[in-house]
Structures are given as C-alpha cells and as structure tokens.
C-alpha cells in the first residue's frame, strides 16, 4: 500500500484530536476522535472552487466491509476455470448477498454513528447484501459527519463541476466497519473512450461525416456468402467486415428466448431508435422492425431527441446488438453528469452515476450474460478504496455468471503522447514522476478488457489500444504464464514508467477504427477501444447462446477460459505498438502483449472450445 501512487492515501491514518469540540457526555467524546480514512493529493485537471452550498443535499453511498469476500473469490474461481468440476455452476443473486454481506458489529456501529446525525433506518437504502448503505442528506451533515469541508471543483478541460473534499474521517468507533464513503474524493470522470481526441481533433462530437466516396463504397457491400474479407475493411468497418473477420457469418442464434446482451451508457447518453433502424436498414434489413429494452437507472435519460442522440450509445448498440442479432438487448442509461449547478439547493444527483448503476445490476435477479462498458478513467483518478470496491463488483457479476467486458482505453500506455517533453503522464503524489497511466476498470482483473486493431489482413494493434500495467491489482494467477513470457522478453525496457507485478490487460482485442455508424439521422465514422468493447462482447454473447442453446450454462468470467483453451480460438497479433508517456509504448507481439493482449477471436474455434 505504501508505494500507490496516492502517496497519502489511506496510509498515514493518523489521530488528531478534532478542533477544540465540546465533549459533554464520554459516548460524545469517543465520537469526536477523528481519525482520517482518506486523503488524497489534488486531481491532475481540477481547480478548487467555493465551498458547496450547505442546504445542498447529497446522496452519499457508505461501504460496509465484505468479511467472506475471499470466499466469494473462491467459488468465482472454481466456477470460471473450465478444468474445474464445479465449472459454470455459478450463484444466485441469493448466494451472492450472502457473501457480501458485513458484520453484525459493522451494521450495528454504521446504525449508531447514523442514528447520532439523526438518520433512522427510514432514511436509509441498503443493498440485499447490506454490504452498501444510502443516505440522503446536506452537505452540512454530511460535512459534520465526515468531519471534511465540501468544495466545488471544476474540470478545466471540460468546464464539469462536481462537489467534492480531498479527505474525510471517521469517528474510531466505525473507521473499521466503513470501507468508503462516496462521492467524497472520487474525481474520476469515466469518460467514453471514443479515440475522437486522436483522430478527428476538429470534429467536435467525434463523428467524422462520410464522404461521397466513402458513401460509394458502403454502397457497393452487398451482404455476400462468401466469407473472405472484403479489401474496403481496412479502411471503413461494417457489420459483415467483422462477420468475415471474426467468423460469425451463417452462425444463426438458437436461444435468443433465453440469452441477452447489456450496454450500459453513462453521462445522459442514450441510443436513438431512428438512428439504429437506419443502420439496420443500411447493413441488416432483417433486423430493421427490432430494437432493445431501455431501462433508465435513478432517471437516466431517453428523450429520444435525434439531435441528444449520444454517438457512444448508439456505436454500441449498432454493433453489439447487430452482430449477436437476434439476441435480445438492454441498454441501461444512468444518470449523474456534471454540472452540478452550484446556486441551487434542490436536491441534486450525486454526480457518482458508476456506483449507482452497479448497486442497481446487483439488485435484479435476472442479469443479461454478457455486459459491454466502453466508459473508463486513469486509474489513478480513481480512489484505491472505490477501484477495490468497484472491482469487487465486477466479481459479484462474475460469480453470477455474468461476462463484464470493458474497453481498455484509447492512449496507448498513457496520453498518446511520444514526445517526453509535453506528455502528462505524471504521477499526482506530488512527486510529478513520468509515468505510464494504467486504466479503470479494464485494470480490474475480475473483467475482461478489450484492446484495439485496424487493418485486415493482417490485423495490426492499433496505435492508441490502452495497454499496460496496474498499480492497484496485482496479476492474477491466471495471466501469470503469459505475461511472465511477454516481461521476460522485454527485459529492462521501461522499467520505472510501469508495475511489473500488476494485472496485465488488455486480455484481447478487436478492430476499433473507423466503424460507420448512424447517429443524429447521419452516417459517419468512429473509433475508439469503445468500439472494439461491443464487438468482441457481441462475439461472447453468440458463445453464450451456444452454450444456452445446448441447456449448459452461460461462459461467465472469461478470462480463466480465454487464457488456457481460449488462446487457440484467438488470433495473436504480431504487430503494432501503442505510444504514450513521451514513448513509443509496447508492441505486439508473438503470444499476450499489452497491446493486443491474447488477439482478437475466431467464432468458429471457439464455438467448438466452449
Ligand atoms: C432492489 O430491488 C427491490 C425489488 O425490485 C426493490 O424493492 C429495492 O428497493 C431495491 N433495492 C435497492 C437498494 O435498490
Ligand atoms: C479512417 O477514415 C478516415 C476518414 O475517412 C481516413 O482518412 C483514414 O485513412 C481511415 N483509417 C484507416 C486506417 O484507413
Ligand atoms: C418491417 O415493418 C414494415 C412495416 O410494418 C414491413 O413492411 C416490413 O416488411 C418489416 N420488415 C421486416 C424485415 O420485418
Ligand atoms: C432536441 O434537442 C435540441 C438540442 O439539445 C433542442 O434544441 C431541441 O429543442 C430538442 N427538441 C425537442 C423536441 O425537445
Ligand atoms: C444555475 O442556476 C441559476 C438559477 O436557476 C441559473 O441562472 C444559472 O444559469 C445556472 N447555471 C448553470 C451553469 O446552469
Ligand atoms: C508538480 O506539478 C504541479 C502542477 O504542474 C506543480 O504545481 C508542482 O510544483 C510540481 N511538483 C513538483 C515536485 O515538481
Ligand atoms: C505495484 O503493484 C503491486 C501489486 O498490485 C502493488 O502492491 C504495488 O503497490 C504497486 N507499486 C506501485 C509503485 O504502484
Ligand atoms: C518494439 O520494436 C521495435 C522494432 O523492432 C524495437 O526497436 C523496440 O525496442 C521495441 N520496443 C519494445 C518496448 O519492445
């Protein structure tokens, strides 16, 4: 814990007897001693700005510990690894919550330091699990009970404004039962990651217009039968490239009754209706009349407004749901976004829609088998406590049988950036130490990240793909044999700028340049680790109806799978590099590379593996 890049993070948990309080009564006395829980240095992009508004209200999420969670990690491991007699047998939600849950004495001291700000069991929401509990309260109780001072801080690049504190504490009596409290020092953003910064710099919704000759082009694709990659695939992406590429072409889903496919959207996104019938109609006339469930998460939108329409929702559901089609599709829209406006005292989200929006899957029931994500952050912007949290999340999911697939990140092994003299890839414990910049959640060992290629023949990695290493997790057992391979051959090479022991991602890739998609009534073409997500999400749920259709049960965490069997059922890319961090960051390579991890997939191998 000592060497994250947080230097002052949870580590230096220090008494100090709190500003000259009165102490009328001993219990009040215990519940003045502060101690801090954590304290971070200020965020690389943020400037402080005035005190929040004290009859502003705030959703806080406090986070009771998971004292069996090793044993959740146990049973997630067994039921992944397909040498295991207990493979696929994976828990019901029921299972999980108890696994989950705390403590009797966390639950009793997190009730008391409540009830003495006033707060009842009428005022909270708690998970199944218990694990989580919700309140509702004023920045100033929330500042009182987490002895901290609010602030309004803006995000200089993108003009956002959340309200947070770069510490808080907690009364002795419940610092050991509470594993965070949020929003309090979360300052990361989960951005989409759409590689829009990198190559269409002018445009500024990332959507770069289709040209005459472009148009020409898609025109001439006719859906053929024959399975060999059209040439114009190096250039221009569709639905039958990646059906000729990856194999799923003539493959016709068998369990759509029972199988399905999430897309989750943050940030106010949602997919629009027309614009996914016109891209039907483009590229799968048969799928024109279909669509998918919207569920809206604590009000997420769907104004169905062709001119709101969010390019990253809509790339998702177009290539997710067009290429398992006709498997059935959900996308959850979440709530949350900045700008928090400052002069207002109505209650207001809590600008943290990433938790919300995992309380809410862990509470259903019935989970789609496959979940893409395509929204990421440094992960050093992310407080270590959340990122374990978060994480421990994604193994929930796991155990529950669900595969979470995320985007690894469009900067290569940081910012993108190969010239040392201007990359920001610096370290933000005050040091400013030149630094690879891992990424959350693909950093998260219990999902499955997906890095990007271009080209056809032969697919290449391509030149923004995040790759790298984390300084969170350290690598799981089941990346040891390839990853040790790939940091044996490379030697000495950028020692210093990465984690050697952290968990290595990306796991595997796909193409993720130039997709033509439709948005806001208009064709056009993006990129982006964003798009790679859904495409290879889009490959497991036609794996998962496989399974499904045969009455075995879905694939679940993958990685255990994709890094011993799977590895034949994957194309090892053997070039390309991914610069950043003022380097020419790492190249592909023969076998895993954090580029292009394992490689992209090959349907029909794996069809017969699974
Ligand atoms: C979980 O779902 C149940 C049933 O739909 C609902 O009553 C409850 O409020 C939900 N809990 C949370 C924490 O959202
Ligand atoms: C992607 O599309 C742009 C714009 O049409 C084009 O300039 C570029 O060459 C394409 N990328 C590749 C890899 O072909
Ligand atoms: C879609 O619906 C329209 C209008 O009902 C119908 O004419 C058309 O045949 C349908 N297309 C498909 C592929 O089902
Ligand atoms: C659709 O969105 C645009 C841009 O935000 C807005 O100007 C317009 O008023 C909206 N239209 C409707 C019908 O709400
Ligand atoms: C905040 O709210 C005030 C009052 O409703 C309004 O005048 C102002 O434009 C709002 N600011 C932003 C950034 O939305
Ligand atoms: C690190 O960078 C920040 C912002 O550029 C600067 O204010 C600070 O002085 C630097 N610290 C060191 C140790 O160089
Ligand atoms: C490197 O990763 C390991 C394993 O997660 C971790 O314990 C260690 O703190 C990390 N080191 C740095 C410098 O971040
Ligand atoms: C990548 O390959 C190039 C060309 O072979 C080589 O010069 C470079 O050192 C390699 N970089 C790494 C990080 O392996």
Redesign the pocket.
Known sequence: MLNIPFASLAVVLYLYASLARAAPNPAAFSASLNIVKESINPPRGWVQGPPAPEHHTIKLSIALPQPRFGELEAHLQEVSDPAHARYGQHLSKADVDALVTPHQDSLDSVDDWLAQHGLGDEDM????GMD?V?IRVTIGTAEKMLDTKYHIWIHEESGDVVVRTLSYSLPESVHEHVELVQPTTMFARFKPEMASLHYFPSVPDALEPITDSIAAVLGQQVPSSTTAVSPTCNSIITLECLQDLYGTKGYTPQAADKNALGITGYLEQFANLQDLKQFYAQQLPQAVNTSFTFVPVAGGENSQNLSEAGIEANLDTQYGLGLSFPTPGTFWSTAGRPPFNATLTTPTDSNEPYNTWL??VL??TNLPQTISTSYGDEEQSVPLSYAIRACSSFAQLGARGVSVIFSSGDGGVGDGDTDPATTTCKTIDGQNKTTFLPFFPASCPYVTAVGGTVNVAPEVGVFFSGGGFSNYFGRPAYQDSAVGTYLANLGQTYAGLFNASGRAYPDVSAQSMNFSIVSGGRNGLVSGTSAAAPTFAAIVSLLNDVRLASNRSPLGFLNPFLYTQGVQGLTDILTGNNPGCGTEGFNSSQGWDPVTGLGTPKFEVLKSLV
């Open positions: 929401v708690r998970s199944d989580w919700t309380d809410f509470n259903q």
